[in-house]
């Protein structure tokens, strides 16, 4: 684990270090996708395995997978986008593929985070992603890490969206009067779909030191409120598109059984479906067969995984 690498990833592109909460905000661009993460922290990059210790990893469901920062990690900031009335942040600690891995690296201390908002509007956008507006709020906490592989809920407090009400009440307030004073075009561009979020600003204080190596890790990362479920027939019924993992572009789970994907217009195969014993498993016109032996759905994401590890994410 030696060296490292800047990057954009498929969750969050910002350009900022978010400041403190003025008249005029910082502007910042965020992926188009899923609004998700970012971290203008670098990242250790495997030349064997490129990505192998990038962000996406802090989401992929895996505990054996990482993202780990070179060298250091105190002062490290990230931003998460955070579901309105979670009260807990939902996390693997260090690098958990093994007790090893978990010992040898640095794992995360003390954090302390800052409740953001977010603005924009469906066409303001750039060719790296969709340019929001960020008010820092300053609704303050520092949390303490356990110095565990297993996993573990933060809580941020029961009463922290209520106590968060007023500030958001005043950077509504605050975009209100923004918007009074910008340009006509501008003004009536927000006035067509406001696209508004709440970001999670988190920075890292202090670490547990690894034994080894002087890389920051961190396995997994979410939040207690978030929905996720083992879904029936209902569930996987439907149609979806592939975010990743797939060759096709689309797949139609039909409610008698058959299934059929798609490349673009195109077929691109077709077969049955069924739920055996907890399994997922595809059995292709073509001869080939898939078994999913984890699968669970969040939201309008389902997420599928192969026997053998292998990850295809899909959405509604």
């Known amino acids: ?150 996993p573990q809920s933060v809580s941020l407090g029961a009463d922290y969206w209520k106590k968060a009400a007023g500030l958001i009440e005043q950077s509504e307030a605050d975009f209100k009067t923004r918007l009074s004073r910008m340009d006509e075009t501008e003004r009536e561009l927000f006035k067509k779909g406001l696209i508004f979020l709440y970001l999670l600003r988190i920075e890292i204080m202090d670490v547990y030191r690894g034994t080894r190596w002087n890389d920051t890790c961190l396995s997994e990362l979410g939040f207690v409120e978030e929905t996720r479920f083992i879904p029936d027939e209902r569930g996987i019924t439907g149609f979806w598109e592939t975010r990743r993992g797939a060759d096709y572009e689309e797949i139609d789970f039909q409610d008698d059984g058959y299934v059929f994907s798609y490349s673009g217009t195109r077929p691109f195969g077709s077969g049955r479906w069924s739920l055996e014993r907890g399994f997922l498993k595809v059995e292709w016109d073509h001869g080939e067969e898939e078994i999913f032996s984890f699968f669970y759905r969040e939201g309008s994401t389902l997420t599928l995984m192969r026997t053998g590890g292998a990850v295809v994410q899909l959405r509604q």
């Open 1 to 150: 684990m030696k060296k490292r690498v800047f990057i954009v990833f498929h969750a969050v592109f910002l350009l900022l270090a978010a400041g403190f909460l003025s008249a005029e905000p910082e502007a910042v661009i965020l992926d188009r996708h899923d609004f998700h993460f970012y971290s203008p922290a670098p990242f250790l990059e495997d030349a064997k395995i490129p990505g192998r210790y990038a962000p996406e990893n802090l989401f992929d469901r895996r505990p054996d997978s990482s993202w780990a920062i070179g060298d250091g990690g105190p002062g490290t900031v990230i931003y998460v986008s955070i579901p309105v009335g979670a009260e807990a942040i939902r996390l693997i600690n260090g690098y958990a593929a093994n007790d090893d891995l978990f010992s040898r690296n640095n794992r995360v201390g003390t954090i302390k985070t800052e409740l953001c908002t977010a603005y924009s509007f469906p066409d303001r956008v750039s060719e790296l992603g969709q340019v929001f507006d960020v008010d820092p709020l300053g609704n303050e906490k520092v949390l303490v890490l356990q110095d565990t592989i297993r």
